[in-house]
């Protein structure tokens, strides 16, 4: 039997019909990943726990015991495992789908399907290190006594906001590395520059309070600011998001759906060029 593309296909946005035809793949995909990750390593799901204390461990030596960051009140440890869960669970989407049409390229060249597939497959595997991400802050909030209450249903608003915003950037960077293969390269670099860029380590205020107004949109340009700081403020109630975290949810809006209709345009070339 002989599966027949319509070439019309490629110049639209993809299809949901098509992409759910094959969820058996997808969920083939991701199971297989999860497997690598976890089930076929030495230390296995420890590795998700290891990485947020790990940087949490580092962000508390620099801006809390070295810089004093102001955290209205907030315990540090506290503070900052807010911001690393969200995001890890980026840095994860943006490291691995870098990679991933590369990495499965013997399957794009022999069989069709929605490539779309491969990358979301990786974002579907970084639920787990969220998912260990936040056990971690719950642990914390509880060890810190970090009152609940109803405002913090707010904070899957804002999740929702960071998956979107990891999804996009990563649909960016699988299908521009497929023509610019140094991109895969570049991408820890820029995951380790925004991790200072973005305020996981300290409050937005410590940054817009010292640079001007042309600065501060630039600064809510970068997605996962206005993000990350209305996730702490559902969370914690500090760091009010201002007018400038719009900004932020209209580069994500504008992240994602442009790279669906990139990675649309370049989905019939992929074979060629893995």
Same mark, same amino acid.
């Given at each position: ?79 900052? @495992?807010?911001? /690393?869960?969200? +995001? ?5 989407? #943006? ?5 991933? *049409?590369? $990495? ?103 940054? @817009?309070?010292? /640079?001007?107004? +042309? ?5 809510? #340009? ?5 993000? *990350?700081? $209305? ?44």
């Amino acid at each position: 039997m002989k599966t027949v593309v319509d070439a019309n296909a490629w110049s639209r946005v993809p299809d949901i019909k098509e992409l759910f035809a094959h969820r058996d793949l997808f969920l083939t995909l991701a199971y297989r990943d999860i497997r690598v990750r976890y089930a076929q390593t030495m230390l296995g799901v420890m590795w998700a726990l290891f990485q947020p204390l790990a940087t949490m461990l580092i962000l508390i030596l620099v801006f809390d015991r070295a810089l004093k960051v102001d955290t209205a009140g907030i315990p540090y440890p506290v503070f900052a @495992i807010t911001g /690393i869960s969200a +995001w890890s669970y980026f840095s994860f989407v #943006l490291r691995e789908s870098g990679s991933s *049409i590369i $990495g499965a390229q013997e399957i794009v060249r022999k069989i069709y399907f929605p490539r779309l597939i491969i990358p979301l497959s990786k974002a579907t595997v970084g639920l787990v290190d969220l998912g260990v991400s936040l056990l971690v802050m719950i642990t914390l909030y509880i060890y810190h006594g970090v009152p609940m209450h109803w405002g913090m249903v707010t904070a899957l608003f804002y999740l929702v906001g960071i998956m979107i915003t990891a999804v996009g950037v990563g649909i960016w960077v699988s299908a521009l590395t497929i023509r610019f293969r140094d991109i895969q390269h570049l991408v820890p670099f820029l995951i380790q520059f925004g991790l200072f860029v973005t305020p996981v380590a300290y409050p937005a205020q410590t940054m @817009i309070g010292s /640079i001007p107004q +042309w600065a501060q949109v630039l600064y809510f #340009l970068n997605p996962m600011a206005g993000m *990350i700081e $209305g996730y702490r403020w559902a969370l914690l109630g500090v760091g009010a998001p201002g007018g400038l975290s719009l900004i932020s949810f209209a580069s994500a809006f504008v992240i994602c759906i442009s790279g669906l209709f990139y990675f649309r345009s370049m989905e019939r070339k992929i074979a060629d060029l893995v």
